[in-house]
C-alpha cells in the first residue's frame, strides 16, 4: 500500500529559528513530490520536487529530494510567525493518484 | 493566474437533499480532482478526472457522483449524505502538459450533514 510519512507531527520553536521537516515515502510509480501550506484554507503550493539532489529555493525556504532514500525535507531558516502553518507533503503516483501526508504543525512563538 | 473557484463556499444539507458543488478553472489545466477534508487531518483524495475522462475513484460511495461537463468544470452531485460526510470538500486542478503536476487548489466548500 503507498504511504507518505510526515515527521514531526508537531513543532514548536521561536522565532529567528532554522527547522526541518521530513518527508519520506513508499510507493510504486512515483511520478513527483509536493509541498503545500496549509492556514486555515486551502492548501497553498510550496514547491514540486521530481529528480533528485535539486534544491528549490524560494525565500526563506528551500527543499530537496532524495528518490534513492525515499524522502524530502523542507528547511525554513529564520522563522517568523507568519510561517506557522501545517505544512503537507503529497506523493503524485501514477495516474494521478495523490497520497498526503498527514501534515507537520508548525508553531512559531514571537 | 492559478485562480480555481468553488460554489457554494457553505453549505448545509439534510440526509434526504440532492445539492451539487461546483469547481471551476480557466487556466487550461486537464486534470481536476475533488478531495475531502476532515478537521486536523490531510486531504483525502476521492476523484480525478485526466482529460475529461475519470480516471481515479478512491472507492467512494455512491452517494456521491462526479462529472465533468468540460475541461473548464467538475461537479460533485451529493444524494443521501450522512452527517459523518461533513468535511471540507476541495476541488484541484493541474496542467499536466510538461510534466506540470502541481495542483492547485480551490478555497473549498464546508459542507455540513445534518
Given at each position: 500500500e503507498d504511504k507518505v510519512v510526515q515527521s514531526p507531527l508537531s513543532l514548536v520553536v521561536h522565532e529567528g529559528d532554522t527547522v526541518t521537516l521530513n518527508c519520506s515515502y513508499e510507493v510504486t510509480n512515483f511520478r513527483s513530490l509536493l509541498w503545500y501550506k496549509q492556514e486555515k484554507k486551502a492548501p497553498t503550493f510550496l514547491f514540486m520536487l521530481t529528480s533528485s539532489g535539486i534544491e528549490k529555493k524560494s525565500g526563506r525556504l528551500s527543499s530537496i529530494l532524495d528518490k534513492k532514500e525515499l524522502f524530502s525535507i523542507l528547511n525554513i531558516t529564520?522563522?517568523?510567525?507568519?510561517?506557522?502553518a501545517v505544512y503537507l507533503c503529497a506523493v503524485v503516483t501514477g495516474g494521478f493518484k495523490t497520497i498526503f501526508g498527514a501534515g507537520t504543525r508548525l508553531f512559531v512563538k514571537a | 493566474d492559478t485562480e480555481v473557484t468553488q460554489t457554494p463556499k457553505h453549505l448545509v444539507m439534510g440526509m434526504t437533499n440532492k445539492k451539487s458543488l461546483k469547481c471551476e478553472q480557466h487556466m487550461g489545466h486537464r486534470a481536476m480532482y475533488w478531495y475531502k477534508q476532515k478537521a486536523k487531518k490531510p486531504p483525502e483524495l476521492m476523484f480525478v478526472y485526466s482529460y475529461e475522462k475519470?480516471?481515479?475513484?478512491?472507492?467512494?460511495?455512491?452517494?456521491f457522483s462526479p462529472e465533468c461537463p468540460n475541461s473548464s468544470l467538475l461537479n460533485l452531485h451529493l444524494h443521501?449524505?450522512?452527517?459523518?460526510?461533513?468535511a471540507l470538500y476541495l476541488c484541484a486542478s493541474a496542467r499536466?502538459?510538461?510534466?506540470?503536476?502541481t495542483q492547485y487548489f480551490g478555497p473549498g466548500t464546508r459542507l455540513l450533514v445534518l
Amino acid at each position: 500500500e503507498d504511504k507518505v510519512v510526515q515527521s514531526p507531527l508537531s513543532l514548536v520553536v521561536h522565532e529567528g529559528d532554522t527547522v526541518t521537516l521530513n518527508c519520506s515515502y513508499e510507493v510504486t510509480n512515483f511520478r513527483s513530490l509536493l509541498w503545500y501550506k496549509q492556514e486555515k484554507k486551502a492548501p497553498t503550493f510550496l514547491f514540486m520536487l521530481t529528480s533528485s539532489g535539486i534544491e528549490k529555493k524560494s525565500g526563506r525556504l528551500s527543499s530537496i529530494l532524495d528518490k534513492k532514500e525515499l524522502f524530502s525535507i523542507l528547511n525554513i531558516t529564520a522563522t517568523q510567525t507568519g510561517d506557522s502553518a501545517v505544512y503537507l507533503c503529497a506523493v503524485v503516483t501514477g495516474g494521478f493518484k495523490t497520497i498526503f501526508g498527514a501534515g507537520t504543525r508548525l508553531f512559531v512563538k514571537a | 493566474d492559478t485562480e480555481v473557484t468553488q460554489t457554494p463556499k457553505h453549505l448545509v444539507m439534510g440526509m434526504t437533499n440532492k445539492k451539487s458543488l461546483k469547481c471551476e478553472q480557466h487556466m487550461g489545466h486537464r486534470a481536476m480532482y475533488w478531495y475531502k477534508q476532515k478537521a486536523k487531518k490531510p486531504p483525502e483524495l476521492m476523484f480525478v478526472y485526466s482529460y475529461e475522462k475519470l480516471s481515479i475513484n478512491e472507492s467512494v460511495p455512491s452517494r456521491f457522483s462526479p462529472e465533468c461537463p468540460n475541461s473548464s468544470l467538475l461537479n460533485l452531485h451529493l444524494h443521501a449524505l450522512q452527517p459523518e460526510d461533513s468535511a471540507l470538500y476541495l476541488c484541484a486542478s493541474a496542467r499536466l502538459a510538461g510534466a506540470q503536476e502541481t495542483q492547485y487548489f480551490g478555497p473549498g466548500t464546508r459542507l455540513l450533514v445534518l
